[in-house]
Nanobody, 126 residues
Framework: QLQLVESGGGLVQPGGSLRLSCAAS????????IGWFRQAPGKEREGVSCISSSGGSTNYADSVKGRFTISRDNAKNTVYLQMNNLKPEDTAVYYC???????????????????WGQGTQVTVSS
């Protein structure tokens, strides 16, 4: 069974940091780009970041550039999202997702993902 499980969310003060993890099972993580997405209450889901299967290509939403860093450890079947200088507007449920296609050298946060995790809540508040 293909599965993604997110962890690492929580409550943090503005300016703080969190590292989210996305653990994969049931498929070979190396083959796929992975994306991170988020959905705040009352808002549509938006793409946050993605990383290609090799890790050589990444993309970020303008709202998180310079603050978030995506990385992957294929040996551990895990993708990470390091989030620094968090802002209240970063509050959302964060999801990771697997690319539909294998070995794409450039990832996109616009779509094309077919397996999703259950999400982890990130709350930024003082």
């Amino acid at each position: 069974q293909l599965q993604l499980v997110e962890s690492g969310g929580g409550l943090v003060q503005p300016g703080g940091s969190l590292r989210l993890s996305c653990a994969a099972s049931g498929f070979t993580l190396d083959y796929y780009a992975i994306g991170w997405f988020r959905q705040a209450p009352g808002k549509e889901r938006e793409g946050v970041s993605c990383i290609s299967s090799s890790g050589g290509s990444t993309n970020y939403a303008d709202s998180v550039k310079g603050r978030f860093t995506i990385s992957r450890d294929n040996a551990k079947n895990t993708v990470y999202l390091q989030m620094n200088n968090l802002k209240p507007e970063d509050t959302a449920v964060y999801y990771c997702a697997k690319d539909t296609f294998t070995f794409r050298t450039v990832c996109t946060i616009g779509g094309g993902y077919d397996v999703w995790g259950q999400g982890t809540q990130v709350t930024v508040s003082s």
